[in-house]
């Protein structure tokens, strides 16, 4: 091919593949080769795909968690919901009948589920009544909280020894001082770390997202050890999308990671295959109920990360998924519970049940 012939052929190239560029894209007076126009064409593409992106994952962010059912008439909606998703408390005889010959364990979520929700999580704090159902539930029945938390923080909040805790969704678990067959040698009582590898990768990236969220009122970011949550529920509206913009610069830089959602709060994990229902799985063979038809296992959450745990308990069709909302949601669990208040009248009642009706004397 001539000198001439080469031009005329880029020529057409460029003039096709500027055709796909609209003008407000191209700097202004440049002349582009094909090579300068694909680098543009691909820089667009990955905007315009990054975009999307954002605006997804701002969309999701206006959606409370986990997703609430669409209604055309709210009223409806939530009277064919409760049918499907019964109070725990209305139905507590069926559920203790349920249990008959069974060994109940106990998974409870901590935030929304033992603690009402508030604007700052560090005062999350608990009530001396919940703590005193919660460790009386515990006299009685393995109990677990399974929690987003860094498990140390969650423990500073509870303060109850004698129970399981799995923080970082599940990826940091602990068991009490007397527990189970995973319990060997000075592991400081810690069961199970999947993500220990993730440790130094996590706290670089809390530091990063504390920088690029700085200048994002309301913005605040949680080293949960195996985790970061970033919360928006005290951001303005108007900046979601700017913040999701920065947790996204952020996280492209490390593919090993994800994004997950919980009520108001971004939350960013490692991609290993771990979450709320691998832990309570971990949590039943533990306790030696793996292949066991012995055992009723009762999770009560009100977030997204829940549902995980509520498909484990569907999919192996034991025990009952509670879900804490007032809302109509979408969910794998079986029961509802409005609050947690009514978490702590449940709680009561499985201890007055099972110290009366079944005349269950304290281990
Ligand atoms: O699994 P959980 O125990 O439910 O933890 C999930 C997240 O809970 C916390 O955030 C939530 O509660 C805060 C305090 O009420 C509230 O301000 C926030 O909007 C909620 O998302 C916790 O701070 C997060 O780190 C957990 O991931």
């Not at 001539?2 to 057409?12: E, G, P, S």
């Not at 140390?152 to 599940?170: E, I, P, R, W």
């Not at 669990?333 to 079944?358: C, G, I, M, N």
């Amino acid at each position: 091919m001539t000198n001439q012939q080469n031009v005329a052929v880029l020529d057409v190239k460029s003039r096709g593949l500027r055709s796909l560029l609209p003008p407000s894209s191209l700097p202004a007076a440049k002349s582009f080769s094909p090579t300068d126009l694909k680098m543009l064409l691909k820089k667009r593409f990955e905007t315009e795909k990054g975009g999307a992106k954002i605006n997804a994952w701002v969309d999701s962010m206006r959606a409370s968690s986990p997703t609430r059912v669409r209604s055309t008439d709210s009223t409806d909606d939530k009277s064919s919901w409760i049918v499907q998703h019964p109070s725990a408390l209305s139905m507590f005889e069926q559920i203790m009948a349920a249990s008959k010959g069974k060994r109940i364990v106990m998974f409870l979520d901590y935030d929304g589920t033992l603690s009402p929700i508030v604007e700052d999580p560090d005062r999350a704090f608990m009530s001396g009544e919940m703590r005193a159902a919660v460790r009386d539930v515990a006299r009685y029945f393995p109990t677990a909280i399974v929690t987003g938390r860094c498990r140390d923080k969650v423990y500073s909040f509870v303060k109850l020894s004698g129970l399981y805790y799995a923080g970082s969704h599940g990826m940091d678990i602990r068991g009490p001082s007397k527990c189970c067959k995973y319990k060997k040698g000075n592991n400081n009582g810690v069961l199970f770390q999947p993500a220990s590898e993730f440790l130094p990768m996590i706290d670089e990236v809390y530091k990063a997202l504390v920088e690029k969220t700085r200048s994002i009122g309301g913005a605040k970011v949680e080293n949960n050890k195996f985790c970061v949550s970033v919360h928006f529920r005290c951001v303005d509206e108007k900046s979601w999308a700017a913040l999701a913009e920065q947790v996204r610069s952020v996280l492209n830089q490390y593919p090993k990671l994800k994004l997950t959602q919980g009520r108001k709060v971004l939350e960013i994990r490692p991609t290993i295959k771990w979450d709320k229902g691998r832990a309570l799985e971990f949590l039943l063979e533990a306790l030696g109920y793996a292949n066991s038809d012995d055992v009723l296992p009762i999770y009560i959450g009100d977030d997204r990360t829940d549902e995980d745990a509520f498909k484990v308990l569907r999919d192996r069709g034991q025990g009952f998924g509670i879900l804490v909302s007032k809302e109509p949601k979408e969910t794998n669990a079986s029961y509802s519970l409005q609050e947690p208040s009514e978490v702590k009248e449940f709680l009561r009642r499985l201890v007055d049940w099972k110290k009366y009706s079944q005349g269950g004397a304290a281990p």
